[in-house]
Each structure stands twice: as structure tokens, then as C-alpha cells.
């Protein structure tokens, strides 16, 4: 006897519909598997057996051939133990409902019990736009998927509940659909925390309301790590469609334990031995790293120039494109990496060159060789650079209170707002992803200020990226004035926050 079973097995983010086919016939026992199984799935046939067996059930005694459609693309993953009991199971008569429109998920363990995977979150929204009705996955997953709607899904604990519950002798409920809620979201931490500063605090500000890259460099102890931290304080709570996306990379990666989707903008922070496949992605089984986990966020890249170089170079097609392409000989796996990089280095070995609290005792070599870590081309593409100081001992004694991250935030939010009107028809966001034709149509100058950006242009030997850079950031700064055009003193702001063009790096 034939049965088919459907479950969804993952490319990347994408799912994809399988069906899982299983033919009984007469002869010696046997369990064999067809359709490019992974060694996790072949592994399973012992898993599933045992299931079977340890639910009171009898496992048939004759060869058991399990299909998995389309056979041309290579399965993984352990997700798929669950369905293919199911199958077996229905080939045996075990299993009397109709489960034509269901998608089954979940790995078994030896008694019976179904364990939680991995990638749940974007197979049920798989399995939703193909208009199944129903989805039976892990108990232990149930958080992932409480925001989805528009499909039935059934948390279960063992394999004898679906079956039970398939026959109609058991009652199982579904998940009860919650709403986006953001209003609970809080940060422990806040700008008001962050004495002086006040040029870093107004530099993350436009970086944040154009979502422009920004690196920082200044001595230790000036803060640098401190103003990252903070600057998801002052990026807009995720949409639900920019949650989602956030939220199917987290599943992938198993990092959904506890929550439900990502609400705010994450912060990723790797440490500086971190490999290039773990920062931008990659493996065996491709999965997505640093830079797809920042997704709509922040990746901040502490110590920039202690970073290995061909992971930093590596930064170049995510920072220009939005997206990493992992090719594989049977596939071509693809993760989103609309990220905004924050970087902070030291301006060279010891770290106090050009200080005036500390003498630098590093060679004009050693400093060169310091700072060629960064190539020109992955340089080009930080928005905006800005050096630190230590705050003096007068700030930090002073009892005003500082600019705040709420306040910062309701003016990077009427920046967005002025954005998304501005590019409502271009397929955009942000200033920082516009285009050549964009900055033409977007970025008129007056007179004044197209005079002080040749003379820019021409003293600090400016690429054309750098040029373009210089208009995003103008740009940016006119939105936060409510300014249609640009004018001399929003180009003049800009040029101050691109400093490694004409100093440090010469």
C-alpha cells in the first residue's frame, strides 16, 4: 500500500513544499529511503522505528520504501522524523483521517516524544501560502509561531497524540493567535547614560534616521563601546513584515527559544577571532551568520582592524547589496543583510596617537600597517567616520541631564517619516540605499553648498563612493531640518563626518 505525507524541508530562508511517499510491499524486512536524504535523515529510519514500537504500535515487517519528492534536491534536517512515521503509519492503516491538506513536523525520539527543530518559522509560513489547513509541530516550539495567522497549528507532545488525535478519539487545541505588541519593549540602557559626547551623540543620530554605516576611532576609554551599545535605543521598533523577516533567520539558527519573534532591532557583537563563514555565513548546511543575525539592526565590529581581513573584505557584497549568496554545487542558499555597521578601532597600535592625555609610542610604519587593515573599497563604504575623545573631568562632574534616547529617537522617526514618503514609489527605505539616479533626483544643491562640495572634492582626492556618500549624509541631515534642498551648512556637517578621507588614512 502507497501513502503520502506532506511536510517542508528549507533552502536558505525559503521553504519548500515535500511530499513524503511510502510503499509497503511483501518480502524481507527492509527500511530504505529514496529522494537525496541528508545523513540525518537516513539516521532517522532507526528513530523512527523505535517511535513506532515505543507507542504500542507494530512497525510492518515487510520492505519499506520512503520517497521524498521533488527526488532532484538534497533533504535535510531533522524535521522530517515525525512525517515520515506518519506516512509509514497511514501505509499501514494505522491512521483512518483524511491528511491531505496537513504538514506534519517535528523530531522523534526514541519513546515516542517529539522534540522541538530548528527553521520552524519560515515552514509555516510555507505551508500558510500554500493554503494547507493544518500543522502539527513540537510543543516545545510553540512560541515561535503564537503571531501567525491564517492556518491551524497544533502543538503536540508524542507521536500516539497525532495519531489519537487524527482519529478523532482525542481533542487537541490549537494555538490562540496574539497581536504585535511593542508596547512592552524596553532597553535597560540609554543615552542620558553617556556624559559629553555631544558631535557622536549628533552623528549617530543622522546614522540612524538614514541608516547610514558609521565608524568610530579614538583612544581607549573614549567611549567608542559605550555609544554602540546604545544606538538600537534610537532605531525604530521593527515593523511586523521587517519582525518577520528578523524572526525567520532567529529560527533557523534555533535562537526562538523564549520569544515569540524579534520585536526590536538586534545588535550582534562578535567577537574579533570570528571566522568569515560565522560572520557572513556559510557551512556544510549553510546557515546564516553575523551579518544575516544583524538583519535590520545593528552588527558592531569592536576593534575593527583586529579582524581577520578577508572577513572584512568579505562585508563587501552585504554592505552593497543587502544580501548574502552562499553557493553550494546542488544549490544556492540566499539570507538577508540589511544590517547597519558600526565599527570602532583605535587610531593605531598602542592607541593614542594624536592624544592629548597619553604619548603614542608607535612607529609612522607600525601606524601604517595598522590602519592599511581596512582596505579603501570596504572604507568607502562607511557612511560616516568620526573621531573620539576622552570626556574631560568637567563633563563628566556636570549635573545637567543628557540628551536622552527617546528623545534622539523621535527625530530619527520623523526622518524615517520623511523618507519613506520621499521613496514610497522607488523600492527603497533610507537615504543611505539610494542609487545613482536617487542622489540626481533627490539631492539638489544650491549654489553655495555644489561650490563648498567641489572645493571638498578636490583637496581630499574624494572616490566617487566617497562623493556619493557626502550627498546621502547631506541628505539625511536636511531631512532632520525639514529641509527640501540641500544647503552649504548641511553640506559642510556632512564633510565633518567624513574625516578618514583626508587625514588619518593619508
Known amino acids: 500500500m502507497i501513502s503520502r505525507v506532506n511536510s517542508i524541508f528549507l533552502m536558505g530562508l525559503d521553504g519548500y513544499i515535500l511530499d513524503i511517499e511510502v510503499d509497503i510491499q511483501n518480502g524481507l524486512p527492509a527500511f530504505n529511503m529514496v529522494g537525496l536524504p541528508d545523513a540525518v535523515i537516513k539516521e532517522s529510519k532507526e528513530r523512527v522505528r523505535s517511535a513506532i514500537k515505543n507507542s504500542n504500535l507494530e512497525f510492518p515487517k515487510g ?197 515569540s519573534m524579534i520585536f526590536y532591532p538586534p545588535f550582534r557583537n562578535p567577537h574579533v577571532n570570528v571566522s568569515t563563514n560565522s560572520l557572513i555565513g556559510g557551512g556544510t548546511v549553510p546557515i546564516p551568520g553575523e551579518v544575516s543575525l544583524a538583519h535590520n539592526g545593528v552588527l558592531f565590529l569592536d576593534e575593527f582592524t583586529e579582524f581577520k581581513r578577508d572577513a572584512l573584505e568579505a562585508l563587501r557584497q552585504p554592505l ?42 608607535c612607529t609612522e610604519l607600525q601606524i601604517k600597517n595598522y590602519l592599511s587593515k581596512i582596505s579603501g573599497p570596504i572604507l568607502d563604504r562607511i557612511d560616516i567616520h568620526i573621531e573620539l575623545s576622552p570626556v574631560k573631568f568637567e563633563e563628566l562632574q556636570d549635573s545637567k541631564d543628557e540628551i536622552s534616547s527617546l528623545e534622539i529617537l523621535k527625530r530619527v522617526i520623523k526622518a524615517r517619516e520623511i523618507q519613506a514618503k520621499r521613496f514610497k514609489n522607488d523600492g527603497i527605505l533610507y537615504n543611505s540605499n539610494m542609487k545613482s539616479k536617487h542622489i540626481k533626483k533627490y539631492c539638489r544643491l544650491d549654489s553655495d553648498a555644489e561650490k563648498l562640495l567641489e572645493n571638498a572634492y578636490k583637496r581630499f582626492n574624494m572616490t566617487t563612493r566617497s562623493y556619493a556618500k557626502i550627498l546621502k549624509i547631506s541628505r539625511t541631515i536636511a531631512d532632520l531640518d525639514e529641509s527640501e534642498n540641500i544647503k552649504s551648512n548641511h553640506i559642510a556637517e556632512a564633510l565633518q563626518y567624513r574625516k578618514l578621507d583626508g587625514t588619518l588614512l593619508k
Do not use: W
Not at 342 to 351: D, E, F, I, L, S
Open 63 to 259: 520492505k519499506v520504501l520512503v520517497n521524498f519528492a521533488p527526488a532532484s534536491i538534497k533533504k535535510e534536517g531533522n524535521h522530517l522524523d515525525l512525517p515520515i512515521a506518519i506516512s509509514i503509519l497511514k501505509a499501514c492503516g494505522y491512521i483512518r483521517g483524511n491528511i491531505e491538506k496537513d504538514i506534519f513536523v517535528g523530531e522523534l525520539a526514541l519513546n515516542g516524544d517529539i522534540r522541538r527543530v530548528r527553521g520552524l518559522l519560515p515552514m509555516i509560513i510555507e505551508a500558510r501560502s500554500k493554503r494547507f489547513k493544518r500543522v502539527f509541530i513540537p510543543i516545545d516550539n510553540i512560541n515561535e509561531v503564537k503571531m501567525i495567522d491564517g492556518i491551524d497549528i497544533y502543538p503536540v507532545n508524542s507521536l500516539r497524540e497525532v495519531i489519537d488525535y487524527l482519529n478523532g478519539e482525542i481533542q487537541l487545541d490549537k494555538v490562540l493567535t496574539i497581536k504585535y505588541d511593542i508596547t512592552n519593549v524596553k532597553y535597560g540602557i540609554d543615552f542620558n547614560e553617556v556624559k559629553g559626547h555631544s558631535f557622536a551623540k549628533r552623528a549617530v543620530e543622522i546614522a540612524a534616521s538614514g541608516f547610514h554605516n558609521i565608524l568610530m576611532y579614538g583612544p581607549p576609554g573614549s567611549g567608542k563601546t559605550m555609544i554602540a551599545q546604545r544606538i538600537p535605543t534610537v532605531l525604530p521598533y521593527l515593523t511586523y513584515e521587517e519582525s518577520l523577516e528578523v524572526s525567520k533567520v532567529y529560527s533557523i539558527v534555533g535562537a526562538l527559544k523564549d520569544e
Open 320 to 361: 552593497e547589496d543587502g544580501i548574502v549568496t552562499v553557493s553550494r554545487v546542488k544549490a544556492k542558499y540566499t539570507f538577508p543583510a540589511k544590517f547597519m555597521l558600526v565599527a570602532a578601532m583605535n587610531p593605531c597600535p598602542c592607541g593614542y596617537y594624536g592624544s592629548e592625555i597619553k604619548e603614542c609610542k
